[in-house]
């Protein structure tokens, strides 16, 4: 079993950016996925870690 690759938001749309430089996709909307339960994550004080696979499927997105 593949561990989850837990990310930060900030993490998480650096790592989009580098696959795709033109991507639309903020911090905010990456943040509202998360609060609507779109994609699996917890809080650690006032950050979220999000798992970065689930985000990957929701949005959509080739991996290289």
Sequence with gaps: ???ARMRSIYEA???IK???PNTALTYNSIKKLCLEDKVKYFRS???IILNYDD???VIGI???
């Design 1 to 3: 079993m593949a561990l």
């Design 13 to 15: 749309l650096e790592l």
């Design 18 to 20: 580098q696959s795709d």
């Design 45 to 47: 004080g006032k950050k």
């Design 55 to 57: 985000l990957v499927k």
């Design 62 to 64: 080739e991996e290289d």
